[in-house]
């Protein structure tokens, strides 16, 4: 089985058990692609999460949005410049910031991260 199937499983019990203590919504997490994660050679970098918000009723699965979205909103752009900064660090390619550089890239940076929601649920209790 692979990864990705694992956290999966993991996920659907998880929501689940969520469900059944009476919670309506939940968030789901993890890396963003298994093929670009497994295939990077600088640093893998997760980002963890306080809370997580949403307004649909069936809950919201934040990387496949990632995944899916053509350009990443304004948070996971600054999330983009950050992981930027931490492959640059390690690489010893202390680099002048480039907006536009970035810009082009940042869809890429995202899609080799992986993001934890501490917090399944959204902020309300039992929503």
Known sequence: ???????????????????NN??????????VCEEKWEAQHTPRVCYFLKEAYTSNENGYNLVEDLHDCERPWTMWRKVAI?????????????????DEVLRSKEKAIIDRIAVVNVKKKQWRKRI
């Open 82 to 98: 950050w992981t930027q900064a931490i492959y640059n660090a390690f690489n010893d390619n202390i680099c002048e910031y480039d």
């Open 22 to 31: 009476g919670y309506k919504r939940f968030i789901r997490d993890g890396i």
């Open 1 to 19: 089985m692979s990864r990705e199937t694992d956290i999966k499983l993991l996920m659907d019990d998880w929501e689940e058990k969520h469900k």
